[in-house]
Nanobody
């Protein structure tokens, strides 16, 4: 059974930083994509970043390029991070990590992902 667990969400001031973590367990194959998504109240879920488990290719939404960094833990390769810098109120929402088996054709599209975590809440105040 594939499980994903996010942590690290909290309330911060605009301009601040947060690091979210995602731990995946139970996926039996080495190649997959991990995506980070967020959903603000009343809005659709949107992809912000993605990384492949092998090769390390990364993808970012235009709204977070230069501010967010997605990475894989060098020691524990089932742990992933989303480093978020220079946060602004538009970054507020529930942040989810998700796993796409194999490789995702469109790595920032929620429909590409089969397994989801429960989410962690990020609130950025101005």
């Amino acid at each position: 059974q594939v499980q994903l667990a996010e942590s690290g969400g909290k309330s911060v001031q605009a301009g601040g930083s947060l690091r979210l973590s995602c731990t995946q367990s139970g996926y039996p194959y080495p190649a997959y994509a991990i995506g980070w998504f967020r959903q603000a109240p009343g809005k659709e879920r949107e992809g912000v970043a993605a990384i492949y488990s092998t090769g390390g290719s990364t993808y970012y939404a235009d709204s977070v390029k230069g501010r967010f960094t997605v990475s894989q833990d060098s020691a524990e390769n089932t742990v992933y991070y989303l480093e978020m810098d220079n946060l602004n109120p538009e970054d507020t929402g529930i942040h989810y990590c998700a796993l796409s088996p194999g490789y995702a054709l469109f790595p920032l599209k929620p429909d590409e992902y089969k397994h989801w975590g429960q989410g962690t809440e990020v609130t950025v105040s101005s």
